[in-house]
């Protein structure tokens, strides 16, 4: 890990492959989900990199680590618990306003598959966010009347407009999800 604080990228995909299956167990046994702790121990060893140069040679490597991934864990459980899905009857209230007439039956099961995949990922966005974005892209309101409902400057909502698509397509993995 001294190599690697010395920005040695080399060392640091040592400790990579050293300590990935580590992660990814213990991460395993605290949510049940291999997935999951895959992509944590994933966000975990971005911030190892992003943190190395704040590792002290005194404390054991493992230790950093683990309290590293520890607090991940941590910090995501209540992002979940704070961020639940969006309510089913509100996906369909989100659904039926986006929905656009026109074209047949598949083009309509397309769009409700599209819409749905949609009002889910809108479910993981910041409460401010998800509003902006519902008074924004569902609605149809202009930048400068979601700001005076909000009562935030123009820019924050177009900064959170921004933070909000970054974070649906990431979600979405398909920009064309999106409206």
Known sequence: ??????????????????????????LSWLSGDRHLAEDAAQEILVKLWTARSRYRPES??????????????????????CRPDIAPETAEGLLDRMATDG??????????ERLRALARAVGTLSEEHRETFIL????????????????VPEGTVKSRMHHA???????????????
Request: aromatic share 8%; net charge positive; glycine share 8%.
């Open 60 to 81: 054991r490597f493992r230790g950093f680590l683990m309290t590293m991934a520890r607090n991940h864990w941590i910090d995501l459980v209540r992002y979940r618990e």
């Open 103 to 112: 074209g047949g039956p598949e083009e309509a099961a397309r769009n409700g």
């Open 136 to 151: 924004s892209c569902v609605e149809g309101w202009p930048h400068a009347d979601v700001a005076a409902a909000l009562g």
């Open 1 to 26: 890990m001294r190599l690697a604080a010395a920005d040695d990228s080399a060392a640091f995909e040592a400790l990579v492959h050293r300590y990935r299956a580590t992660l990814v167990t213990y």
């Open 165 to 179: 698509m970054k974070r649906l397509r990431l979600e979405l993995g398909n920009p064309e999800l999106l409206p």
